[in-house]
Every structure is written in structure tokens, then in C-alpha cells.
């Protein structure tokens, strides 16, 4: 058994089981999932923190997935990735297993989900330059033209509900912004050559020694108050955002290709400001729905625009 034959079944559930779509509407899909998955961090993280201090919910975040992936590793009795691709699952362990869950998690504790959500709209558009100068691939001008449209709609709302000046959440923010734009840039490329769950689920193990050892000395010195919220918020962001999520997301990509699929994630901020107000019941400021609204547009155009 191949790893490609190995991953079949759990592609053929996220795909609903057809297998009757085209490759386009298939990547399209599993790429949504992914944004609707990590729409829901922000909330669950904000829950976390509720029982668990930053430090202890990064760390335990990891560490609950990791188990999940080498659960899935170990039952399809995948081999392990070549020597040539661990460096590029380090750049994914860097970015999105431990950097972006841990910068996002600390700017959480002074900024609110909803504020945050609109920040990581410019995610699409790191994504998509940390794509072009990787893999030299050169999206159109009308592409560029969106994806900064998008952009510059996010910095004025940040300028704009900061006072003026960027906040310390928000230098938190914009460093999240950059290793995750690197890690998915880099478990795009590697979901061209293994699937997607592997490459996240690889991308886990290898932090899993660090996790586990910041797990026990984070619990170790943070406060602990366990409730429904904090576990429930926890659970998600493990299970939900770190491994579902990062699978079907690494699947979109490979099938639809990096700069498509990153522009999906433009609808993300807005379906957080749902959760952020019915489970978290924040409320927003008018400003925060209509700079959602203003880079959901651009998705349109990007989607249409060559690639």
C-alpha cells in the first residue's frame, strides 16, 4: 500500500464520497472546509483561555493533535516522509503547528476575537507572495490588484480601531500573519507530493517530544480552572483547527493551487465575527463588519482572475 492509496478513505470523506467532482470543485471544497474550520480558532481559543493559560493551551493544543495524527498515521501504517521533505515539514511545524497558535493565542489576551479575525485578513494576501517567491509561479495583475484591495482594507481598519497606532495584540497579529503565510506556502507545495493529511500529520509528530515537555512545565506554572468552555475550546482547536482543518486545507491547496485557495481564506474573518458574536457575544463596531464585507468582495475577483 502506497501513501497515496493509504489516504484514500479519509478523501473520500471530505469530499462527501462521490468522487464524481472535478478536481476545481473538489479542491474548492476542501478548502472552504478549511476556512470554516479555522474560523472557528479565534472563539475556541477565547474558550481556552478561559480554563487554561496561553502557554498550557498552545502546548496542550499541539500535543492533543499530534496524538490524533499519529492515531491516523499509525492505523494506515503510513511510512515516514523522505529525508528530502522534513525540512519542509519543519517550516510547517514552525509556522502553523507552534508559531502562528502561539503569537495568535497571545494577542487574544488583549485583543477580542472579532479584532483579531479582521487582522488575518491579510493572511490571503502573505500567502500569496510567500507562494510566488517560492514556487515562481506569478499570479495576474487583476489577481494582485484584489489581493491588495483586500490588504489595504485590513490595515485601515487596524490603524483605524487602534487609535491611530498598532497595539501590542497587533504586532502579535502581523508576526502570526508571516510564519503562518510560510507554512502554508510550504505544506501547499508538499500536499503536491504526499496528501494533506500526512503533511500536517508529519508536521505534528515532529513537535510532538517539544509539545509534550511545554505541556508538563506550562501546566506545571500557569493556573489550571477547568470548565465546559475551556475544554470544549481546546478540543476544537486540537482536533478542529490544527488537524481537520490543516488536512482538508493542505488537500484544497494542492488541488486548486496555492494563491486560489489562499484568497478563500478572505471570508474567514467574516464568519469569525458570526461566532465571535453568537458564542462569545462580543459586540462589534460597525466598522468591523464592513471591512469583513469589503475583502469578502475581493474573493469574487480573485477567484476569476489567472493564476
Not at 498598532?166 to 505544506?187: H, I, K, N, P, Q
Not at 489562499?262 to 457575544?281: E, I, N, R, Y
Request: hydrophobic share 55%; proline share 6%; aromatic share 8%.
Amino acid at each position: 500500500m502506497t501513501a497515496q492509496d493509504s489516504a484514500t478513505p479519509l478523501s473520500t470523506i471530505a469530499v462527501g464520497g462521490t468522487g464524481t467532482a472535478s478536481p476545481r470543485a473538489r479542491g474548492t471544497l476542501l478548502a472552504g472546509l478549511g476556512v470554516v474550520s479555522f474560523s472557528l480558532t479565534f472563539p475556541s481559543t477565547a474558550w481556552g483561555l478561559e480554563s487554561f493559560g496561553p502557554w498550557s493551551l498552545v502546548a496542550l493544543r499541539s500535543t492533543l493533535a499530534a496524538l490524533v495524527a499519529g492515531a491516523f498515521l499509525l492505523a494506515t501504517k503510513v511510512p515516514p516522509p523522505e529525508r528530502r521533505h522534513w525540512a519542509g515539514l519543519a517550516v510547517v511545524a514552525g509556522g502553523v503547528v507552534v508559531g502562528f497558535p502561539l503569537l495568535t493565542t497571545l494577542a487574544l489576551q488583549t485583543s477580542t476575537t472579532s479584532h483579531a479575525a479582521v487582522v488575518v485578513g491579510l493572511l490571503p494576501l502573505t500567502t500569496a507572495a510567500f507562494a510566488a517567491i517560492r514556487t515562481g509561479r506569478r499570479p495576474s495583475r487583476t489577481f494582485w490588484c484584489a489581493a491588495l484591495a483586500g490588504a489595504a482594507v485590513v490595515i485601515a481598519f487596524t490603524v483605524q480601531q487602534s487609535g491611530g497606532a498598532l497595539s501590542a495584540g497587533d504586532l502579535y497579529l502581523f508576526g502570526a500573519l508571516l510564519v503562518c503565510a510560510a507554512g502554508y506556502t510550504e505544506g501547499g507545495r508538499l500536499a503536491r507530493l504526499m496528501p494533506g493529511w500526512q503533511v500536517i500529520g508529519w508536521a505534528l509528530i515532529l513537535c510532538l517530544p517539544l509539545m509534550a515537555v511545554g505541556s508538563a512545565v506550562a501546566l506545571a506554572l500557569e493556573p489550571v480552572h477547568l470548565g465546559a468552555h475551556g475544554i470544549v475550546g481546546l478540543v476544537w482547536v486540537a482536533a478542529g483547527s490544527t488537524f481537520f482543518g490543516m488536512y482538508v486545507w493542505y488537500g484544497g491547496m494542492a488541488a486548486i493551487g496555492i494563491p486560489k485557495a489562499s484568497q478563500l481564506q478572505l471570508a474567514q474573518p467574516l464568519l469569525t465575527l458570526v461566532w465571535s458574536v453568537s458564542l462569545l457575544g462580543e459586540s462589534l463596531p460597525l466598522a468591523a463588519p464592513l471591512a469583513a464585507v469589503a475583502v469578502l468582495v475581493c474573493i469574487a475577483v480573485t477567484q476569476r482572475a489567472k493564476s
